[in-house]
């Protein structure tokens, strides 16, 4: 039986880092797949040549349909809320007659939005975020929120919530730094408290043959891989040697809050349908 899942992301390169492997693997099964941003990313870090004129959320879109295209997205919907910015750099609050600031939305309204398109795609499983927002990020507080509500107002079956295991982050950050100039890496620190505990973590999706397809998402957000003061994150994991990418990201990983009780972790996003 095909089912649709609705991935609910804030920005674009969210899916690339989060879900990208999952999406590919479904949509290779026959399942449609609906990926659902809320900003255009507009307010994100990037070279200051590629946020001159305001043009970046327009660039950011575009990375975002390459991305869609990549991963065998049937559907792509951005709901077009502006852009937060991070918790310690907030942006302000947009001009009269656009949509306010994803942190600022209405939850009931953007849930209800959100909603009728679950109940639109008949949509079996939406993803969202962790209660946290995964490392914080307001925007993603924001879509945890509103999808939990949408879920439940739309009878959605199953919400999962896209996440990483602690400990296994911070051993795959720590095996990518030993191999990078010290100049290129990446500070630790802020991921210490970041995602899911271990203990929290019910789904594991091997997405090891979609290795490509996760690599290719990745590279679709160009403008999200390199800023004024270096290479970023994206920028890091997508010059990962094939091999070793394929194990540090051969695996997604989700929370589901009322998952029935299991011996070990579910391996398919279907398995509590």
């Known amino acids: ?31 449609r797949v609906v990926l659902l941003v ?12 590629l946020r001159s004129g305001g043009r970046l959320g327009d660039t950011r879109t575009a990375e975002l349909r390459a991305s869609a295209t990549a991963l065998g997205v ?9 852009d937060s910015g991070l918790a310690q750099a907030p942006t302000s609050p947009p001009s009269l007659g656009h949509l306010p ?6 939850v009931p309204d953007a849930a209800g939005w959100v909603a009728e398109i679950l ?25 945890h929120r509103i999808g939990a509500l949408a879920a439940e107002l739309a009878g959605t079956p199953v919400v999962l919530e896209a996440t990483v295991p602690r400990d296994r982050l911070l051993a795959a950050a720590r095996a990518v730094n030993r191999i990078l100039p010290t100049s290129h890496r990446v500070d630790l620190d802020p991921w210490a408290q970041s995602y899911s505990a271990s203990a929290q973590v019910t789904h594991c999706i091997d997405v090891r ?3 490509r397809a996760r690599r290719d998402s ?15 994150t994206l920028g890091v994991f997508t010059r990962i040697p094939s091999p070793v990418f394929g194990w540090l990201f051969g695996r997604e990983w989700y929370r589901q809050p009322d998952a029935p009780p299991a011996d070990r972790r579910y391996t398919s996003i279907f398995a509590t349908l």
Request: net charge negative; no cysteine; proline share 3%.
């Open 1 to 31: 039986m095909a089912h649709t899942v609705v991935f609910f992301h804030a920005h674009p390169d969210d899916e690339a880092l989060l879900t990208s492997g999952t999406m590919a693997k479904i949509a290779g099964l026959g399942h």
């Open 38 to 49: 809320a900003t255009a990313g507009e307010s994100g870090l990037a070279a200051d040549r």
């Open 74 to 82: 049937s559907r792509l919907e951005l709901l077009g809320y502006a």
């Open 101 to 106: 600031r994803l942190v600022d939305a209405d």
């Open 119 to 143: 109940a639109e795609e008949q949509a079996s499983v939406l993803t969202t975020y962790d209660a946290n927002g995964g490392y914080g990020h307001p925007d993603h507080v924001a879509v």
């Open 209 to 211: 043959r979609q290795a």
């Open 218 to 232: 990745m590279r679709s957000h160009a403008s999200q891989a390199t800023a004024d003061s270096g290479p970023r």
